[in-house]
């Protein structure tokens, strides 16, 4: 049973440039979550995808944007890079209903030059 | 907002030693409480969890028990290993398939 994977491991990237980063949730799972996470920091919550529909939201601007696929895998978008966008992007999968535990992937870590 | 604060570290300890690791939050309702451990290198694992007040999690010689009147969630193990060490994060969920808010880690060193 795999579980949750994500790609690229790694990306390097430029400030204005846009990346795209895959998830593919555990096996079963319906529902994928997003977090951020900053060097020396707790994950944050950028968004969460259900039925291809973005059903909750961060404090993140509209330069994240995602998309659910009929699969229930998921991409986030990133649009006109900034320095601060440098970090671990975590992707988390559940079953909707919230009562099951989120499981994450191993990340992709983003630096942006 | 909801959110969780953890002690600061990071924090050495020698092989069996006692471990507690402050976790207190806020939140509105009755949050879940998590702590998740990150491995160097690793993406978050669950260590355990607890759904409700006075219920212990527990796993892998690891226990929280959920504190309403303190609102806290502390972790405690008996005796670390060298194996034990990485970054600890806890967590809170208020609402059905809501989002995770975590605490900002702690980073546990055992040495031999």
């Known amino acids: 049973d795999a579980g949750v994977t994500q790609s690229p491991t790694h990306l390097i990237k430029t400030r204005g440039q846009q990346v795209t980063l895959r998830c593919s949730p555990k096996?079963?799972?319906?529902?994928v979550s997003w977090y951020q996470q900053a060097l020396g920091q707790g994950p944050q919550f950028i968004f969460q995808?259900?039925?291809?529909?973005?059903?909750q939201r961060g404090n993140f601007p509209d330069r994240f944007s995602g998309h659910q696929f009929p699969n229930y895998s998921s991409e986030l978008n990133v649009n006109a890079l900034l320095l601060g966008d440098s970090a671990l992007y975590l992707c988390a999968s559940t079953l909707e209903g919230g009562a099951e535990t989120q499981y994450f992937g191993p990340g992709t870590r983003l630096l942006v030059l | 907002g909801n959110s969780v604060t953890q002690m600061e570290g990071p924090v050495t300890l020698s092989e069996e030693a006692f471990l507690t690791i402050n976790c207190t939050y806020t939140?509105?309702?009755?949050?879940?409480l998590f702590w998740y451990v990150q491995y160097p290198g690793e993406g978050l694992q669950l260590l355990l969890k607890?759904?409700?007040?006075?219920d212990k999690g527990s796993n892998k010689g690891f226990e929280a028990t959920y504190r309403k009147e303190t609102t806290s969630f502390h972790l405690e193990k008996g005796s670390v290993q060298v194996s034990d060490s990485a970054v600890y994060f806890c967590?809170?969920?208020?609402?059905?398939?809501?989002?995770?808010?975590f605490g900002k880690g702690i980073t546990l060193s055992v040495r031999p």
């Open positions: 995808y259900y039925e291809e529909e973005e059903r």
């Open positions: 607890a759904t409700k007040a006075d």
């Open positions: 967590a809170l969920r208020a609402g059905a398939n809501s989002k995770l808010t």
């Open positions: 939140a509105t309702g009755y949050p879940s």
């Open positions: 096996s079963g799972h319906d529902t």
